[in-house]
């Protein structure tokens, strides 16, 4: 519910501003002064705020609040934040850093704007009071100068900053802001039309980040006069570092895992030293260029070896007086393995006084814990802080290289949060954004927010289905499943119009992307969006796992409205799916293997792993199709994300305990490799933390341990622990309906209890009972008997 404030919420803004003249991104900053005297009733001040496009706040000088949360304009949030803690009798100050991304120009592709700017606020209303001024100093480095050796300009938030000296203490009380301007309203509606607002206002739905102070845990390597013990002793205990006049120094620190923070860099004097600031996830094999107008090969082998070099984003501070003392603070969250600071003191030494960060992430609370030995329980844990690190305002691909919110990333991203905690907040928020996103096609948008116009992948869009479906297991909400179905029946609609007249599904808009995954064999060299699909698709206009994925999402959408009770739709969408699997198996299976393609000659484990689980094949045809799958060397390899599916057809067909120790490999290969999250794919050196790839913690939950629902909302919950896999282990597992506790050990039984009562299907060696568990009461299962 909107409440009636927002509709009469003042934006302000500063005047002479020309949007044509923000080429990336530039920022403001805006200040108010007033009186407070606080009565003795009074524990709490909530003031609502939000900016376009993105605002730091500060409460006499302490920060107060980052925002606002990721959104589109139909839906645009607004934080309330408490300042009764920041505040003092008599004078203070409420102060905004405002990053505007220009509404003509790419901007960060994660970031909606609309065409106007502003600052809201209420409680210290937003009016003519405030003061403001452009932040010219400050500014995003264009497009002209980005590194296309690390890809496209995703982010377009890395800085050049030259400290101004004017500006010092902008956010304190006390500061003279009599040279600023007045702030004006951006929004004037024509008198007599019916104009509204360009921000529709809604509360902030998730909590807000936190930033958890943190420090660099070592020195990798150096160079100049300055000594490791001197530079470890200034990141560990803030011991000063002094640069001398005219020299050049470069320190190389890590900390122990891939991180996502708020760089600050605390120094003082050093008049017109410049410091680089240069953040990666790993050291890499020498390109022998620093940057490249196009992307290039890059290679990436064991992730602690430092004697390559390092290529990512960089910050660049000047400093302009020597009499002052310095902080520089990038506006956006950095993504960092390893930090480079490279200083060069020019006319006067500089200090170095503190380099540290504030680790940010969505504050999602684990319930569920697994002790499953030293092998397992280290993949669990990097999948953890791979999650963490993708989990920001929205589900996010990477956070080093795009921070942008996928559909098919997201929907596992959301199922293994499931698994995780009770709390679903941001995964009702991305149900949300995606249904906003829906076009008159019927698809939802494959990449949203996004502060441009992407293209489209229209396979994306069957993985919303599998959102719903997955909400619907874990939670049982029936207004969220009836809610997202119109959504669900658009998107179904649009892939049964493009049915050919083989009964398959055909060709997409020309303008889209039909990505599937990242292969090799389907690497078109040049030409990206001719890839990442079999050749199939290219010659005939139609690639069977195409066909095969629409009918999965058929599948989950026939549950969906049967739960709901749309039983007449269900069927529709049965009889749907019973056509694809007739047209796929007459059109695209030969020889025992399912073809890619009609009449084509190339295969793939994705179109064999989705015949099994669209049961275009079943029984024990889908097992030695399976057995074939894993074995058959030349079949195009499924990649990180879509080995997530492949165990899910191993798991259909009765193989999972067989499959398990091969199939987890990958992810022993990236430990081999030192890695600390789970990279995006195997072949590309892109992004080595990608939420997609942390698919372990499902295999551990509903696989090793076995806890799943039975039913929706888990008012029956299955248990069938895969114990031959592990001779001894220990886990408690969120469900809605209480935690779960299992162990095991190699010559004892199951030991089952949960925290509430609830019915339960326990599943021992291909063996199925239905038991009660009574709240805090344990239950010994052995392979035979059950005991009390």
Not at 54 to 68: H, K
Not at 132 to 154: A, D, H, K, M
Request: with cysteine; aromatic share 12%.
């Amino acid at each position: 519910m909107v409440s009636p404030w927002t509709k009469s919420a003042q934006w302000i803004w500063t005047p002479n501003y020309r949007e044509e003249d923000i080429h990336n991104g530039q920022y403001f900053l805006f200040r108010k002064n007033f009186q407070w005297t606080a009565p003795t009733s009074i524990r709490k001040f909530p003031v609502h705020v939000s900016a376009d496009t993105r605002y730091r706040l500060y409460v006499n000088g302490q920060r107060a609040s980052f925002g606002p949360c990721k959104s589109y304009a139909e839906r645009w949030h607004y934080e309330t934040v408490d300042i009764f803690p920041y505040l003092k009798m008599g004078g203070n100050v409420i102060s905004a850093r405002v990053l505007r991304y220009s509404s003509v120009e790419p901007g960060s592709s994660s970031i909606i704007r609309t065409e106007l700017p502003g600052l809201m606020g209420l409680s210290v209303s937003t009016d003519e009071t405030w003061r403001c001024v452009e932040e010219t100093n400050r500014q995003i480095i264009p497009y002209s100068e980005w590194n296309y050796i690390l890809g496209p300009p995703f982010l377009s938030n890395h800085e050049r900053v030259a400290e101004a000296q004017e500006l010092t203490g902008w956010e304190l009380p006390g500061y003279d802001d009599s040279n600023w301007v007045r702030a004006i309203f951006p929004f004037r509606p024509a008198k007599m039309l019916p104009m509204t607002s360009p921000w529709k206002l809604a509360p902030r739905p998730i909590p807000a980040l936190p930033e958890k102070f943190g420090r660099f845990d070592g020195v990798v390597k150096c160079q100049g006069s300055i000594a490791q013990d001197q530079w470890k002793s200034f990141i560990k205990e803030d011991g000063a570092v002094v640069v001398p006049a005219g020299e050049t120094v470069t320190v190389d620190i890590e900390v122990s895992s891939l991180t996502t923070g708020f760089i600050t860099l605390q120094c003082s004097g050093g008049k017109g030293s410049k410091v680089i600031l240069h953040y990666a996830e790993c050291y890499e094999k020498d390109l022998g260029v620093d940057i490249a107008p196009f992307p290039k090969p890059r290679s990436k082998s064991n992730r602690a070896d430092s004697s390559g070099r390092l290529y990512g984003i960089k910050d660049i501070y000047t400093v302009c007086d020597g009499q002052l003392e310095h902080t520089f603070e990038p506006f956006w969250f950095r993504t960092f393995r390893y930090a480079q600071l490279k200083i060069t003191a020019s006319e006067q030494p500089l200090t170095l006084r503190s380099f540290t960060f504030r680790e940010t992430y969505y504050p999602l609370e684990i319930t569920t814990g697994v002790q499953s030995g030293t092998e397992l329980d280290n993949i669990w844990n990097i999948s953890l802080t791979t999650l963490q690190n993708c989990r920001h305002e929205t589900y996010e691909d990477c956070p080093f290289y795009e921070q942008n919110q996928f559909v098919s990333d997201s929907r596992l991203q959301m199922l293994f949060t499931y698994q995780l905690s009770s709390d679903d907040r941001l995964a009702r928020k991305t149900l949300q954004e995606y249904h906003a996103s829906q076009g008159p096609d019927g698809l939802v948008k494959a990449q949203f927010p996004t502060g441009f116009r992407s293209t489209q992948i229209p396979q994306f869009s069957l993985y919303f289905v599998a959102m719903v479906y997955d909400h619907m297991h874990y939670f049982a909400d029936t207004s969220v499943a009836r809610r997202y179905l119109s959504t669900i029946d658009g998107i179904l609609n649009h892939f049964d119009e493009r049915i050919n007249e083989l009964g398959l599904v055909g060709r997409f808009d020309h303008d889209t992307w039909p990505f599937i995954d990242w292969v090799p064999e389907w690497s078109v060299p040049g030409k990206i969006f001719e890839s990442c699909m079999p050749r199939a698709y290219t010659t005939t206009g139609a690639a069977t796992f195409n066909s095969l994925l629409y009918t999965v999402a058929l599948m989950q959408a026939t549950e969906v409205c049967t739960f709901v009770g749309r039983n007449d739709t269900a069927q529709e969408y049965t009889a749907r799916a019973d056509a694809l699997r007739s047209a796929v198996n007459r059109h695209c299976y030969e020889d025992g293997l399912y073809l890619d393609g009609p009449s084509t000659k190339e295969y793939s484990q994705h179109s064999q792993v989705f015949a099994i689980l669209s049961e275009s094949t079943t029984g024990t045809a889908a097992k030695e199709l399976m057995s074939r799958t894993l074995e058959d060397k030349s079949l195009a390899k499924c990649s990180y994300s879509m080995k997530f599916y492949l165990f899910r057809a191993v798991e259909k067909v009765g193989l999972y305990t067989q499959a398990f120790d091969n199939l987890i490999d990958p992810w022993r290969r990236m430990i081999a490799d030192n890695l600390t999250t789970w990279a995006e794919f195997e072949q590309n050196a892109r992004s080595d933390c990608h939420g997609w790839s942390a698919s372990p913690v499902h295999e551990i939950v509903t696989q090793v341990f076995g806890i799943s629902p039975a039913l929706p909302g888990f008012k029956k919950i299955r248990i069938a622990p895969k114990m031959d896999l592990l001779e001894s282990a220990r886990g408690t597992f969120f469900t809605p309906v209480g935690d779960v506790s299992l162990s095991w050990t190699k010559d004892g039984g199951l030991e089952v209890k949960a925290t509430a009562e609830v019915e339960a299907e326990i599943i021992l060696d291909g063996v199925s009972s239905t038991q009660r568990l009574e709240k805090e009461k344990a239950i010994v299962f052995s392979r035979k008997t059950v005991r009390c």
